[in-house]
């Protein structure tokens, strides 16, 4: 059963950087998207950057040229520089593959919260 475990959350003024990592463990496909989702109360979850095993990454246009998205083998990181208040939610660690049909297996979430 494949689990993934998120670190890095937290209470940030706007301008601060932030990094979120996450660990994916169990059988894995090797070829697969990691990536990160956010979605605050009342809102729809936006898909916030994605990167492919190959090492293709894709980013929602509200965070690129802030945010970067990197992987080592399953683990995935989301640097966030220049958080702005807009950046408050929750955020998911995905693991996407194939396997007859699309499995997809998510994090527990963690909070950010962008406030002065």
């Known amino acids: 059963q494949e689990q993934l475990v998120e670190s890095g959350g937290g209470l940030v003024q706007p301008g601060v950087s932030l990094r979120l990592s996450c660990a994916a463990s169990?059988?894995?496909?090797?070829?697969?998207?990691m990536g990160w989702y956010r979605q605050a109360p009342g809102k729809e979850r936006e898909q916030v950057a994605s990167?492919?095993?190959?090492?293709g990454t894709s980013y929602a246009d509200s965070v690129k040229g802030r945010f970067t998205i990197s992987r080592a083998m399953n683990t995935v990181d989301l640097q966030m520089n220049s958080l702005q208040p807009e950046d408050t939610d929750v955020y998911y660690c995905?693991?996407?593959?194939?396997?007859?049909?699309?499995?997809?297996?998510w994090g527990q979430g963690t909070q950010v919260t962008v406030s002065s």
């Open positions: 995905y693991l996407r593959f194939w396997d007859s049909t699309v499995v997809t297996y």
């Open positions: 169990g059988s894995i496909f090797s070829v697969n998207t």
């Open positions: 990167i492919l095993s190959g090492g």
